[in-house]
Nanobody
Framework: QVQLVESGGGLVQTGGSLKLSCAAS????????VGWFRQAPGKEREFVAA????????YYEDSVKGRFTISRDNVRNTAYLQMDSLKPDDTAVYYC???????????????????WGQGTQVTVSS
């Protein structure tokens, strides 16, 4: 099992930046692909970004490309989501999630991930 705790959310104005952290414990972190999803009020969770267990070939939802950067530090068992040029549409609860590297399916598919954090709120004011 993997336990995940997100942090770093908050209130920021349009154009501002936040850096989210996802601290993992319980299992070998570097064996897992890491994904970030977000959920706005009344909406379904949607894919934001993912990074493989090797740390290469990150994937991003189109609307965040060029603004968000996903990274990971396997030594510290922590993943990050650097968010720049934030927009009101980015307002959501952001969730860190992982799946084992052996799991198939698209990185963008919520159902392929097994462990989830509690979420951290990001609010972008206009």
């Amino acid at each position: 099992q993997v336990q995940l705790v997100e942090s770093g959310g908050g209130l920021v104005q349009t154009g501002g930046s936040l850096k989210l952290s996802c601290a993992a414990s319980g299992r070998t972190f570097n064996s897992y692909t890491v994904g970030w999803f977000r959920q706005a009020p009344g909406k379904e969770r949607e894919f934001v970004a993912a990074i493989s267990w090797t740390g290469v070939s990150p994937y991003y939802e189109d609307s965040v490309k060029g603004r968000f950067t996903i990274s990971r530090d396997n030594v510290r068992n922590t993943a990050y989501l650097q968010m720049d040029s934030l927009k009101p549409d980015d307002t959501a609860v952001y969730y860190c999630t992982v799946r084992h590297r052996s799991v198939g399916g698209s990185f963008t598919s919520e159902g392929t991930y097994k462990y989830w954090g509690q979420g951290t709120q990001v609010t972008v004011s206009s």
